[in-house]
C-alpha cells in the first residue's frame, strides 16, 4: 500500500510531507538541466503507469512502484518526477488524495533520491562492468520499494496507528513487489548501460562512460 | 536525433505494454446495497481480488455505531439495520487502505422506524422461504422491495465497476499531461537562458 488516502494520517505528518516535498522539488528543479527533462518526463510517465500492474497478495492487493528505477535514472530530479505521476495518478485513478499527496510523494521520492545517490556510489566502485552495475541498479530497484514501505509504516505509525503490524503487513505483501522491481531495473538499467550509457549520466558525476563519449 | 526519438518512443510502448490492463485499479472499494432490513456487501480491490479479514464499520446517519466487525473470507459483510436512516460504512486495512460507502434511507423498508423515533423492535430477518406464505399487503411489499432489489444489484456492482473503472484514455490523457508539462517547463527553461545565447558564440 505505497498509496495513502485522503483522511488517514494526521496533520502534522501531512504538514512534514508537504514540506519536505516542496523543498526537494524546488532543490531538485534548481539542479536539473534543461537537455534532461524530457528524460524526467519519461519516467514519470513510466511511474505514472507502473501503479495500474498491480497483483493480490495475501490479504491485500500492491503494485509496482518503480521509484527504485526514478531514483537510479534521475538521482534528485525523481522528485518533480513523481509529484506529477502521483498528482496525476490521484486525479485521474483515484489512487491516494490530492490533500495527502505532499506525504505520498515523500514516501516515495525520498527513498528514490536516497537509490539514486546510492546507485552513483556502486557504479563508481564497478568501475567499467555493465553486469555489476546492473546488479548495483537491481538491489537499489528493491530498496527503493523496502524505503517506501517503511516510510508508508511510518506514516501512519505517527498518525496513531499501531507501527509494528502496519509495517509488517506492508513489508510483508511487498516482498513481490520487492523481487520484479529488483529484476525489472536491473534488466532496465543493464539494458541502458549497453544501448546508451549517457542516459544516466548526472551532473557532478563523472564515471568512465562520460570519459569515454 | 532519430535514434534518440525512436528510443523514447520505445521507453512509452514499453510503458503502455506493461499496464495494457487498465481496467486493473489498485484502491479499496465498497459495494453494499439493502436487500429487506439486510445490508449486504463487500470491499474490494479489484474484480478478483476481495479485501478480506478488514475492519468495517457502519455508522448511522444520527452518529450512533450500528455495527463493528470484519469483513470474512470473500471480504463480504452483512449488517442488520433496525432505523430508517443513511448508513455510513467506512473499511480500514491495518495497512492504511480506507474505503467509505453510504446506503441511503431511501434503500431501507418503509416498515423501519425513522432515525432519532422510537426504540425499534429487533428487526426480524425475513427469511426468503417466508415468501410462499404472502398474506397481509405489509408482507407481499416486504416480499416485492426484496425481490426487486435482488434484481438490481448485479446492475447496481456492474455501474459501480463501471464508474470505478480506469480506461484507456484516462491513462493516455496522464501520459499527454507529462508531455505538456514537460514541454512548458522546458520552453521556460529556454527563454530563461535566451539572453545568454544571443550572446556572440
Redesign the interface.
Given at each position: 500500500m505505497a498509496h495513502i488516502p485522503d483522511g488517514v494520517v494526521s496533520f502534522p505528518v501531512l504538514a512534514v510531507g508537504a514540506a519536505v516535498t516542496v523543498a526537494g522539488c524546488a532543490y531538485a528543479l534548481k539542479r536539473l538541466p534543461p537537455e534532461r527533462i524530457p528524460q524526467a518526463a519519461i519516467l514519470s510517465a513510466v511511474f505514472f503507469v507502473a501503479s495500474l500492474v498491480h497483483f493480490p497478495v495475501g490479504p491485500s492487493s500492491v503494485h509496482l512502484i518503480l521509484n527504485g528505477l526514478t531514483g537510479v535514472i534521475l538521482g534528485w530530479a525523481a522528485f518533480p518526477a513523481i509529484l506529477i505521476a502521483l498528482l496525476l495518478q490521484a486525479v485521474l485513478f483515484g489512487f491516494g488524495g490530492v490533500v495527502v499527496l505532499g506525504v505520498n510523494v515523500m514516501n516515495m521520492a525520498v527513498p528514490a533520491v536516497i537509490c539514486g545517490l546510492l546507485f552513483d556510489v556502486l557504479y563508481r566502485r564497478t568501475g567499467d562492468s555493465p553486469r555489476l552495475a546492473a546488479l548495483a541498479a537491481g538491489f537499489c530497484g528493491g530498496l527503493g520499494v523496502l524505503l517506501t514501505t517503511l516510510a508508508v509504516a511510518l506514516s501512519l505509525g505517527v498518525s496513531g496507528r499501531e507501527f509494528l503490524p502496519a509495517a509488517k503487513l506492508i513489508v510483508l505483501t511487498h516482498v513481490p513487489v520487492m523481487v520484479v522491481e529488483a529484476v525489472f531495473t536491473a534488466a532496465a538499467i543493464g539494458l541502458v548501460l549497453r544501448v546508451k550509457p549517457g542516459f544516466i549520466a548526472r551532473p557532478g558525476l563523472s564515471p568512465a562512460w562520460e570519459r569515454v563519449e | 536525433m532519430i535514434r534518440r526519438f525512436a528510443?523514447?518512443i520505445a521507453?512509452?510502448a514499453?510503458?503502455?505494454g506493461?499496464?495494457s490492463?487498465?481496467a486493473?485499479?489498485?484502491?479499496?472499494k465498497i459495494f453494499a446495497s439493502a436487500t429487506g432490513a439486510t445490508i449486504l456487501g463487500y470491499a474490494y480491490?479489484?474484480a478478483?481480488?476481495r479485501?478480506?479479514?478488514?475492519k468495517v464499520s457502519v455508522r448511522g446517519a444520527d452518529g450512533s455505531t450500528v455495527f463493528t466487525g470484519v469483513t470474512d473470507d470473500k471480504g463480504q459483510f452483512a449488517v442488520q439495520a433496525t432505523r430508517r436512516m443513511d448508513h455510513h460504512i467506512s473499511v480500514i486495512?491495518?495497512?492504511?487502505?480506507?474505503?467509505t460507502f453510504t446506503v441511503t434511507a431511501a434503500e431501507l423498508p418503509d416498515s423501519l422506524p425513522p432515525a432519532g423515533g422510537a426504540a425499534p423492535a429487533p428487526a426480524a430477518a425475513v427469511p426468503a422461504a417466508a415468501a410462499a406464505t404472502v398474506v397481509g399487503s405489509d408482507d407481499l411489499r416486504n416480499f416485492i422491495d426484496q425481490s426487486v432489489s435482488r434484481q438490481l444489484r448485479p446492475l447496481r456492482e456492474q455501474i459501480d465497476a463501471y464508474q470505478?473503472k480506469?480506461w484507456l484514455h484516462?491513462?493516455i490523457?496522464?501520459?499527454g499531461?507529462?508531455?505538456g508539462?514537460?514541454g512548458l517547463?522546458?520552453g521556460f527553461?529556454?527563454r530563461r537562458?535566451r539572453p545568454q545565447v544571443t550572446e556572440p558564440s
Open positions: - | 528510443f523514447v521507453v512509452i514499453l510503458a503502455l506493461t499496464g490492463p487498465p486493473l485499479a489498485h484502491k479499496m480491490f479489484n478478483d481480488s479485501a478480506v479479514q478488514t486495512g491495518d495497512d492504511g487502505h480506507m474505503a470505478e480506469i484516462d491513462v490523457g496522464g501520459i499531461y507529462i508531455v508539462v514537460a517547463a522546458f527553461a529556454n537562458r
